[in-house]
């Protein structure tokens, strides 16, 4: 399995969408049948320089997808940190090592945009995602809350 990590690209939706969608969360909170609002996100998303957008694709296929935004910040004496969103692989090649690849590679990016921090959340249901998290060295350090608007 020979995967390239590259930016999204707007032809991507579909697909990421697609991961989005396919699972017992996400099939309650997204609407692959209207893209719609995806494809407006995509341009919100894609217009801005702290925003990377990223699928791994097999050739022409899409098989993972994350998100990684840098946070400038004055905590932590002006350090900036990343944060990483929405890492979906496809149920294909689950299993695989395609989600520690995409992982270590926001990672490095994060080390070469001059980050001293990665951070994610995981929704508290996600018990396989939380091994895989703390597996990649990853430390349960903080509890996460919503307000939804």
């Known amino acids: ?6 930016r999204a690209t707007a032809a991507d939706i579909p697909a990421i969408v697609h991961m989005l969608a396919d699972d017992e969360l996400g099939a309650t909170r997204e ?7 995806y494809y407006a996100a995509f341009e919100v998303i ?3 320089p702290h925003q990377h957008l990223v699928v791994a694709a097999d050739g022409d296929t899409v098989t993972g997808t994350l998100q990684l935004t840098i946070v400038p910040g004055l905590s932590r004496t002006g350090m900036s940190r990343a944060l990483i969103e929405a890492v979906r692989v496809h149920r294909d090649v689950r299993g695989a090592g395609l989600g ?8 490095s990016r994060a080390r070469e945009l001059n980050c001293g ?4 959340t995981s929704d508290i249901t996600r018990t396989d995602a939380h ?5 990649l060295g990853f430390t ?10």
Do not use: N
């Open 1 to 6: 399995m020979a995967h390239t990590i590259r």
């Open 31 to 37: 609407s692959p049948d209207d893209l719609t609002r």
């Open 46 to 48: 894609d217009a801005d």
């Open 100 to 107: 520690g690849t995409l992982i270590e590679w926001a990672v």
């Open 117 to 120: 921090l990665v951070q994610l």
């Open 131 to 135: 091994r895989f998290y703390e597996r």
């Open 140 to 149: 349960r350090s903080h509890y996460g809350y919503k307000f939804p608007l």
